[in-house]
């Protein structure tokens, strides 16, 4: 992902894990690959995940999703932020 900065992809992988963020306004993290701190990229969503993509954030753990967004990093850590489609 480090070598597509900048792009547009479109990922496929197994969510190894996902945190929400306390607060308002705050990102939903979904961690690819592995849970944090081992994960291979993150996808950070903002809003109401649940409402957003009408699926149960617990449900995902485990499940192989396809995802399109630009790579972007953020302290050090690559990610995908509000991808278009999952």
């Known amino acids: 992902a480090k070598n597509n900065m900048g792009k547009e992809v479109t990922v496929e992988a197994k969510v190894g894990g996902v945190r929400p963020s306390p607060g308002e306004g705050r990102p939903t993290y979904i961690n690819l690959g592995a849970d ?3 994960q291979d990229l993150t996808i950070a969503i903002f809003g ?3 409402a957003k993509y009408k699926l149960k954030l617990n449900d995902l753990v485990g499940k192989i999703i396809q ?3 630009i790579v972007s990093e953020y302290r050090g850590r690559v990610q995908l932020k509000d991808p278009e489609k999952m």
């Open 67 to 69: 995802v399109k967004g």
């Open 36 to 38: 944090y701190p081992d």
């Open 48 to 50: 109401d995940f649940e």
